[in-house]
């Protein structure tokens, strides 16, 4: 089973129907215990960090969360939960992210339009399993104001206004800042080879 | 790179798309889920459906038709026409809408903006905004009202049918403050002319703000894509007629913009 998170704010209903597409069963979660049962989980993302972060706690699954991920459990963080692999966002100060990766997530700059919403290209720098069969340069649809920084463990890379990591892949954890379930085949293929690792 | 993207649209009215010239003298379009599938096959880059029915019994089918179009369907789907309150839009999302538009009830009512980015969040809420030219006063030449600002763009509501005072650029302004996180952007005077988009009205609407600004209304041939992409700022474009009646096809239209270096997402044939 496919647990996706559902913190109240987020997009599961579609990831949801994603996975489900792909032949996978999957369950949206709500509470700490189903997680021991998944064999994968997936986080998706939508809205202010500090919901998601708060939201998570209120629930207790933060902690959960973070010993199944160590565990070696399959993890995908999806836009939102991308950024909240990071130590923390410019978004709220005041809220600790999962620390997993290094470095804050920051506001984009540089660009008169914010959010970066659309379909915008992403350069495969290391080889990744969710990236398996993605050519460099293909389009993924995105829709954030923040970004995280490009670190050892990013995977691909998306310019607006500054270079910023579309995906990141450390052992068993992997995240992307694009949504693969509005990412035509390209996104349902990173979601296959993330449910086939 | 952040591609212009191309969003058919699905006016549907009781089940059906259908098309019309500013909302009036209505012909059928076909099947709604079977022309997404084909768009999506062609390389949309999102879909938007727009219910048209006036009826208690359209707005009941149009939840089932929310549902077959985004079964389907792995690019975002905005769906618009009548959402009223935040209950309405939630309805619409748990059939698998990713964003609502709302235009009547958010010009009447503001807060309702601000309730639904509250609720839903930004992403998720697009201000639908038609605006109509006003007429010219008649003292000046016309090169001089555009310098002297004296073209404006007023609000119409209940699907172009009743005019308003406000003003377009400093209504879609209040949108983004409310927490809107797009602006679609029709044209009342090109709407269904096939002429081409307003490009003063979409250029002037693109810099006001600063969320992405969809340009409806008026496209006809392959150029007036490209005019209001280059001329008009647009980050987006939306068309009906000239995909429903295959007038070209998205992918002939995406490599003609390319040809003129705008930046476009082309899907291969097969690979959608």
Redesign the interface.
């Given at each position: 089973m496919i647990a996706v998170i559902d913190y109240g704010a987020g997009n599961s209903a579609s990831v949801l129907k994603a996975v489900q597409h792909l032949g996978f069963t999957s369950k949206s979660v709500i509470a700490p215990e189903c997680l021991q049962d998944a064999e994968k989980i997936v986080l998706p993302g939508q809205g202010h960090f500090a919901t998601m972060m708060t939201s998570l706690r209120e629930r207790h699954m933060l902690e959960p969360l973070r010993e199944a991920i160590e565990s070696g459990k399959g993890f995908l963080g999806i836009c939102l939960g991308l950024q909240a692999l990071y130590e923390g966002s410019d978004e709220a100060p005041d809220e600790q992210g999962l620390g997993i990766l290094p470095g804050r997530v920051r506001k984009l700059e540089g660009v008169f339009k914010i959010p970066h919403v659309g379909w915008s290209q992403m350069e495969v720098r290391q080889p990744a399993k969710i990236l398996e069969g993605i050519a460099s340069s293909s389009f993924a649809y995105f829709c954030h104001s923040y970004y995280g920084p490009v670190t050892a463990q990013t995977a691909a890379t998306t310019q607006y206004g500054q270079k910023f990591s579309a995906a990141v892949e450390l052992r068993n954890i992997h995240a992307v800042q694009f949504h693969p379930e509005k990412s035509g085949e390209i996104g349902l293929q990173v979601l296959k080879n993330f449910l086939e690792t | 790179?952040?591609?212009k993207?191309i969003i058919p649209c699905l006016d549907c009215k009781d089940g059906r798309v259908v098309k019309g010239v500013q909302f009036e003298h209505l012909r059928d379009a076909g099947d709604p889920a079977t022309l997404a599938e084909r768009y999506?096959e062609e390389g949309a880059?999102e879909l938007v459906l727009l219910d048209i029915s006036a009826s208690r019994e359209g707005r009941a089918t149009l939840l089932q038709t929310v549902h077959q179009v985004?079964?389907?369907l792995?690019?975002?789907l905005t769906v618009g026409g009548g959402v009223r309150t935040v209950e309405d839009a939630r309805r619409l999302?748990?059939q698998?809408a990713?964003k609502v538009a709302v235009n009547t009830a958010a010009v009447e009512n503001p807060q309702l903006v601000r309730e639904l980015a509250d609720r839903f969040?930004?992403?998720?809420v697009v201000a639908a905004i038609d605006a109509r030219r006003q007429r010219l006063p008649p003292s000046l030449p016309p090169d001089e009202q555009l310098k002297s600002r004296a073209i404006t763009w007023n609000v119409v509501i209940y699907g172009g049918t009743r005019e308003t005072a406000l003003d377009a650029i400093g209504w879609a302004r209040q949108a983004e403050a409310l927490g809107a996180?797009?602006i679609l952007l029709t044209s009342m005077d090109a709407d269904g002319a096939q002429t081409g988009f307003d490009c003063e009205l979409t250029s002037a609407i693109s810099h006001a703000v600063?969320?992405?600004v969809i340009a409806s209304g008026g496209a006809g041939r392959p150029e007036d894509f490209a005019e209001v992409f280059l001329r008009g700022a647009a980050?987006?474009a939306l068309a009906a007629s000239v995909f429903h009646f295959r007038q070209y096809s998205l992918r002939g239209l995406k490599k003609y913009l390319e040809s003129r270096g705008i930046p476009v997402?082309i899907?291969a044939e097969g690979?959608?």
């Open positions: - | 790179m952040l591609a993207r999506n880059d985004a079964r389907q792995f690019i975002p999302l748990a698998g990713d969040g930004s992403q998720a996180g797009e600063h969320i992405p980050d987006a997402r899907v690979e959608a």
